[in-house]
């Protein structure tokens, strides 16, 4: 098909474009990290869906690529953050398809050293539902990944009707809990006691918790009240291209 080629090329010309989107501490909104999301505009389309481009990445052998575009650019500025001594992490969405792929972990530990980023800024999110697909392919992976000192993240959580008796299990350190719920949760009961449990587990586990998809105050306030520390959404800001987020952070304090 034609959009592979055309994705193909501007992997190539250097056209894909990195986005960063903050996270904050939902008690004081103190930035600790940003989420690095590939966008791609077309030439002829204009923007296409992230979700859309990874899936043909995946299905035409440049998912590998994208995601070093992707991982490179977050070290870049996790470098850059740290020279200036105001160091914030960085979180890179992985396919689960990436994990089957054995250099992935070596490539990793090659690209920080390049960039002398210390592994534990760093943290990969793996989409809960791709994740289970897999999980006796992918572990070895997350075993190497977190032998290097880097965090691993289920994302959306709640989506892949995992067991919650997994989150013990898996190598994980952070949990994500899906956009869906948190945008929910406000007017839903079952959304909220969904997110209620998954943040009381997550506690109990010793893992992180992330609420995604943060849009109001009442939200922010009824994490914070279940005990999550940490949040991500448009009520603080959207996904923002590298010189947008700098002046984002400037504006913060
Ligand atoms: O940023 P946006 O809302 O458009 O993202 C849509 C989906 O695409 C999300 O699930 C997000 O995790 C995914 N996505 C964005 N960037 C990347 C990437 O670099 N790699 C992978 N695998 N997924 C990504
Ligand atoms: O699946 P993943 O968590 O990687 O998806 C990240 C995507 O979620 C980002 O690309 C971003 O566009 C989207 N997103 C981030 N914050 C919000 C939000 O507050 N509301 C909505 N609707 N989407 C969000
Ligand atoms: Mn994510
Ligand atoms: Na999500």
């Known amino acids: 098909l034609g959009i592979a080629a055309d994705l193909r090329r501007a992997l190539d010309n ?12 939902l008690a004081d909104r103190h930035v600790v990290g940003v989420e690095c999301l590939a966008r791609w505009v077309h030439p002829a389309h204009g923007e296409v869906a992230a979700e859309d481009f990874v899936a043909v990445a995946e299905h ?7 995601t070093e575009v992707v991982l490179v650019a977050g070290l870049r500025r996790c470098k850059a953050w740290a020279a200036a001594e105001r160091p914030l992490d960085i979180a890179v969405n992985l396919s689960a398809r990436t994990l089957l792929d054995s250099r992935f972990p070596e490539l990793v530990r090659d690209l920080l050293v390049e960039h002398a ?3 534990a800024q760093v943290t990969f999110e793996i989409s809960e539902p791709g994740m289970l ?25 709640g989506t ?10 898996w190598p994980v350190h952070e949990v994500k809990i899906d956009d869906s719920f948190v945008q929910g949760m406000a007017t839903d009961s079952g ?6 449990a998954v943040i009381g587990l997550s506690r ?3 893992l992180k918790v992330v609420a995604e998809g943060v849009e109001s ?9 279940m005990g999550c520390e940490i949040g991500q959404g448009y009520l603080f800001s959207r996904p923002l291209p590298s010189e947008r987020l700098e002046a984002w952070l400037s504006a913060q304090t």
């Open 14 to 25: 250097d056209q894909l474009e990195v986005y960063f989107q903050p996270k904050v501490t």
């Open 60 to 66: 035409t052998g440049q998912l590998a690529r994208l």
């Open 117 to 119: 980023v210390d592994p």
């Open 133 to 157: 697909n897999d999980i006796e392919r992918v572990l070895p992976s997350l075993y190497r990944l977190r032998d290097l000192g880097v965090r691993l993240s289920v994302d959306d959580f």
């Open 160 to 169: 892949g009707a995992s067991s919650l008796a997994y989150l013990r299990q």
């Open 191 to 196: 959304d909220l006691a969904i997110v209620r």
């Open 204 to 206: 109990e586990f010793g």
């Open 217 to 225: 105050e009442l939200t922010l306030e009824l994490l914070e009240e």
